[in-house]
């Protein structure tokens, strides 16, 4: 499978950048000493009565979910749903349990969360709904939700990470390396295994030396970077499918000449940090989807499971605003669209 711009809705294209350039400073003031950012509130919405949405990203200040959030809070200023962002600044395993037991406390209706560890917030999640608070995976999955709005397939992130990989490697091969978020990230682990996996089935001339973990926090992400490339000397490129991993790789190989032109970087990065990494041609393309669309899709999910429109099950549908009408799928899984691969010739034209 190849992922180009060509694969991309040209008329998505459109509405994203719009919406973007006029959204380009995305909630700096998140990672607040309380580490609650602040709530923006609205009329009843389309779920019938008072609605509300609490959303729980992996941290505050990650400028991944700051644009995903902003999303998320743009679809329920258009439902009319009273919206808060609420989280931690870290993304230990039970970080996030007192923001969910704070919005079964303060009569939220519904619960959109970027689980750090599934399975530490599966208890509280489901004491959640079983007080009727509807409860929306996005980003992450957890078995403890109505519906899993997935930004994209597993297979379709490893297919699209590992053929640019391929690709720059060529018949040759090599060894590499994967540098990754939290090692408790379901997402970030399911993406892992299926980019091992399809390397071992398909390309065995590819050789996956060693799996890091950054942790979602720049130095640590660094440092790890440093570590892949001082301890393999024979690493030929660097798959990071998280945003942090990618642009601190990208960073410590810009920093470090010696390494440039000897280790390839590629991941899922966000434009706006990756750019001057594609404009220097330290990195040469990177994949991701656009994430303000994904918790745009997230909120509407959530109102629709409030008004009853769907409950999780395969087959229902609803409409999603600008994004069109989405069906969901086996698992209760929302899958917003395919990996989109930034280059030098596309880079500039995106902000978030």
Excluded at 105 to 110: A, C, E, L, N, R
Excluded at 136 to 157: L, P, S, W
Excluded at 267 to 288: D, H
Aim: hydrophobic share 40%; net charge negative.
């Amino acid at each position: 499978m190849r992922f180009t711009t060509s694969g991309f809705s040209r008329k998505k294209l459109a509405v994203a950048t719009a919406t973007l350039a006029a959204t380009a400073l995305l909630l700096t003031g998140c990672a607040g000493g309380s580490g609650t950012a602040p709530s923006t509130d609205g009329a009843a919405a389309g779920g019938g009565g008072d609605t509300s949405v609490t959303f729980i990203p992996k941290s505050l200040g990650n400028k991944y979910f700051e644009a995903s959030d902003k999303g998320a809070a743009e679809a329920a200023d258009e439902l009319g749903m009273t919206f808060k962002e609420e989280g931690p600044t870290a993304t230990g395993s039970a970080d996030q349990v007192p923001f969910i037991q704070t919005a079964i406390q303060t009569g939220q209706k519904s619960i959109a969360i970027a689980a750090n560890d599934p399975t530490a917030v599966c208890n509280d999640l489901e004491q959640a709904r079983s007080q009727g608070v509807k409860v929306v995976a996005y980003d992450t999955d957890t078995d403890c939700r109505d519906v899993f709005v997935n930004q994209a397939t597993v297979d379709g992130i490893a297919e699209g990470l590992v053929k640019l990989t391929a690709d720059h490697l060529g018949e040759e091969g090599g060894t590499i390396a994967i540098l990754s978020g939290g090692a408790n990230a379901a997402n970030l682990n399911a993406w892992v295994d299926a980019i091992q996996a399809l390397i071992k089935k398909d390309h065995p001339n590819i050789t996956v030396a060693k799996v890091a973990y950054g942790d979602d926090v720049d130095e640590k992400a660094y440092q790890e970077a440093q570590g892949l490339m001082q301890s393999i000397p024979d690493l030929k490129a660097i798959i990071a499918p998280d945003t942090v991993s990618v642009k601190e790789a990208a960073h410590y190989l810009a920093d470090t000449p010696e390494y440039q032109g000897k280790v390839w970087v590629t991941g899922l990065g966000l434009p706006s940090e990756m750019a001057e990494y594609v404009e220097s041609g330290i990195v040469e393309e990177f994949g991701l989807w656009n994430p303000e669309d994904l918790g745009y899709l997230a909120s509407y999910a959530a109102d629709a499971l409030i008004a009853g429109t769907i409950t999780g099950e395969e087959g229902d549908t609803f409409e999603a605003g600008k994004l069109g009408e989405y069906t969901v799928g086996e698992g209760g899984e929302i899958v917003l669209g395919p990996m989109f691969v930034f280059n030098k010739e596309n880079v500039g034209d995106f902000s978030f």
